[in-house]
């Protein structure tokens, strides 16, 4: 590009796309939607670069490009075709899905798409040496948020317990990558010890990636299962607003991230939307320094496991109180 060439916008380049497949053909071998989106999302990059003040896009390496996006379909990319019937097979399906220049690829539905639905978008995700097609649908129709209601819980989460409520249920903490560090921790220093881009590295690499991969499953798992359990104790959920990406940074890092509370208030909030009842966020500073009861300050550190309030005489644990205090403001929100 010369110096003075004016600054290429997003249509610019989506227009030069067709120009640029004749100079370079191989680009003409991916999708021609797909590559309307790397430019898409380049420019969303670059708009955040300037506009939201983050970093300076960067160049891909090589592997860290892992999806595909296909944003529009003409007709329903999923076929389903029955099979004809034999002795071991009573009824079975065929499941395709069709996508532009990919073809008809063979997939495992894990669930049918409900009638009234179409399909807007697909996006092709590699994780480990697992292909995934995340299918997003769409249906006109509104969905009232729930409205606050019954029972309220407060959940106050940490590092000593998973979670408490304001009910008096503790979770204990998992240790998922506790138990499994010490089997990364083997199949890391094998991949440290193989030449790279070797076909072993290669190898090792994916067996890292699916130890990985398998570690964000369980904790994923344990996490919805955890907002199912509120939900049925409760209506109304309210958890503490905090960002817990800072708080990783500066406090416990990787033990933090290892209980992924971004994560389970994401999907507690997302579990609460489904089964109709309400989420709150709580401004939670200093929930763990306050009486529930009366509403004093109980100043104590991190080694005092107990609340005990000199006002009220009220004695409970920790964090149990420390749950009620968000139950409370939640309330007071409402
Ligand atoms: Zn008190």
């Known amino acids: 590009m010369a110096a003075n060439s004016p600054?290429?916008?997003?249509?610019?380049?989506?227009?030069a796309l067709p120009n640029a497949k004749k100079v370079f053909p191989r680009l003409g071998e991916v999708p021609s939607q797909v590559l309307q989106q790397a430019i898409k999302q380049l420019h969303r990059a670059w708009d955040g670069?300037?506009?939201?003040g983050h970093g300076f896009p960067r160049f891909k390496k090589f592997g860290q490009f892992k999806s595909l996006l296909f944003p529009q379909f003409k007709q329903n990319p999923?076929?389903?075709?029955?099979?004809?019937?034999?002795?071991?097979?009573?009824?079975?399906?065929?499941?395709?899905?069709?996508?532009?220049?990919?073809?008809?690829?063979?997939?495992?539905?894990?669930?049918?798409?409900?009638?009234?639905?179409?399909?807007?978008?697909?996006?092709?995700?590699?994780?480990?040496?697992?292909?995934?097609?995340?299918?997003?649908?769409?249906?006109?129709v509104n969905v009232p948020d729930p409205m606050p209601h019954g029972h309220p819980i407060g959940v106050d989460v940490g590092l000593e317990k998973f979670l408490a409520?304001?009910?008096?249920?503790?979770?204990?903490?998992?240790?998922?990558?506790r138990v499994m560090q010490s089997k990364l921790k083997l199949l890391q220093r094998r991949l440290s010890r193989k030449k790279k881009r070797s076909n072993n590295y290669e190898k090792q690499r994916i067996k890292v990636a699916r130890l990985h991969h398998s570690i964000d499953n369980t904790r994923k798992d344990f996490h919805f299962k955890q907002a199912h359990a509120l939900c049925d104790a409760g209506d109304m959920v309210f958890m503490e607003d905090l960002d817990y990406?800072?708080?990783?940074?500066?406090m416990f890092g990787k033990q933090m991230l290892d209980a992924g509370f971004g994560q389970f208030r994401t999907i507690t909030k997302y579990v609460c939307w489904k089964r109709g009842k309400f989420f709150g966020e709580v401004n939670a500073s200093c929930s763990?320094?306050?009486?529930?009861?009366?509403?004093?300050?109980?100043?104590?550190?991190?080694?005092?496991?107990?609340?005990?309030?000199?006002?009220?005489?009220?004695?409970?644990?920790?964090?149990?109180?420390?749950?009620?205090?968000?139950r409370n403001r939640g309330i007071e929100l409402l």
């Open 245 to 250: 990406r800072t708080l990783a940074k500066a």
């Open 165 to 177: 409520t304001s009910d008096g249920v503790l979770v204990k903490s998992p240790k998922f990558l």
């Open 78 to 140: 999923v076929q389903v075709q029955s099979l004809p019937t034999c002795r071991i097979r009573v009824a079975s399906f065929a499941v395709h899905i069709a996508l532009p220049k990919l073809g008809l690829i063979p997939i495992n539905l894990h669930r049918p798409i409900p009638t009234g639905f179409v399909v807007k978008q697909v996006r092709i995700i590699n994780k480990a040496d697992i292909w995934y097609a995340d299918i997003n649908i769409q249906c006109d």
């Open 288 to 326: 763990s320094q306050e009486c529930p009861e009366c509403g004093a300050t109980v100043k104590k550190d991190l080694s005092v496991r107990v609340h005990h309030c000199q006002d009220c005489n009220y004695t409970t644990d920790r964090d149990v109180a420390s749950g009620q205090v968000i």
């Open 7 to 15: 600054f290429p916008s997003e249509v610019n380049q989506l227009n």
């Open 49 to 52: 670069f300037q506009k939201i």
